[in-house]
T-cell receptor
Framework: GAGVSQSPRYKVAKRGQDVALRCDPI?????LFWYQQALGQGPEFLTY????????KSGLPSDRFFAERPEGSVSTLKIQRTQQEDSAVYLC?????????FGQGTRLTVV | EDQVTQSPEALRLQEGESSSLNCSYT??????LFWYRQDPGKGPEFLFT???AGEEKEKERLKATLTKKESFLHITAPKPEDSATYLC??????????FGAGTTVTVRA
């Protein structure tokens, strides 16, 4: 596709519910990233994939967060037992070299 | 600890009133400095990458410059469509971007 595509755009979850956020990167981009952006702040790094390998997950806030990219293309960020502090915009980005291109994000609201 | 600080937090300009945004950083082993534009409800849109002190990049009314401790984004004769939040980020290794909190620019007609 022309850009990074994320779905859903908006997600409202009840506290304790599991959610799954999807990212379709730009075709041919080897690297894929997940970032979390709180209101009024810059994005914070969560995790990094090179093809299907998750090379860095140091930014994942807790073991309730899990990301995968099984075939080296589409990626899913899963959050188990959501908490109110998980409310944020989750951004996916992909790159071929150093410039990362971002999707529109998924706004997660936990109520 | 690596830090990226942007100032001011907010900037209100009259159309045509040029100004500059600042991004100061304390990072060892900088691999690159990036500027992004973010509109409300959208993801960051890539603008520039700067790799070494003294480098400059231009795009329409925007010009980015880099020194060893900071970067500036100059907006020349801004238009209302330049209203957005401008984010800077530093690349320390091959892949991880550390972002500042952004400067929100509002340009009034």
């Amino acid at each position: 596709g022309a850009g990074v595509s994320q779905s859903p755009r908006y997600k409202v979850a009840k506290r304790g519910q599991d959610v799954a956020l999807r990212c379709d990167p730009i075709s041919g981009h080897v690297s894929l990233f997940w970032y979390q952006q709180a209101l009024g702040q810059g994005p914070e790094f969560l995790t990094y994939f090179q093809n299907e390998a998750q090379l860095d997950k140091s930014g994942l806030p807790s073991d309730r967060f899990f990301a995968e990219r099984p075939e080296g293309s589409v990626s899913t960020l899963k959050i188990q037992r959501t908490q109110q502090e998980d409310s944020a915009v989750y951004l996916c980005a992909s790159s071929r070299r150093t410039e990362a291109f971002f999707g529109q994000g998924t706004r997660l609201t936990v109520v | 600890e690596d830090q990226v600080t942007q100032s001011p937090e907010a900037l209100r300009l009259q159309e045509g009133e040029s100004s500059s945004l600042n991004c100061s950083y304390t990072v060892s082993g900088l691999r690159g400095l990036f500027w992004y534009r973010q509109d409300p409800g959208k993801g960051p849109e890539f603008l520039f990458t700067l790799y070494s002190a003294g480098e400059e990049k231009e795009k329409e009314r925007l010009k980015a410059t880099l020194t060893k401790k900071e970067s500036f984004l100059h907006i020349t004769a801004p238009k209302p469509e330049d209203s957005a939040t401008y984010l800077c980020a530093v690349l320390k290794n091959d892949y991880k971007l550390s972002f500042g909190a952004g400067t929100t620019v509002t340009v009034r007609a």
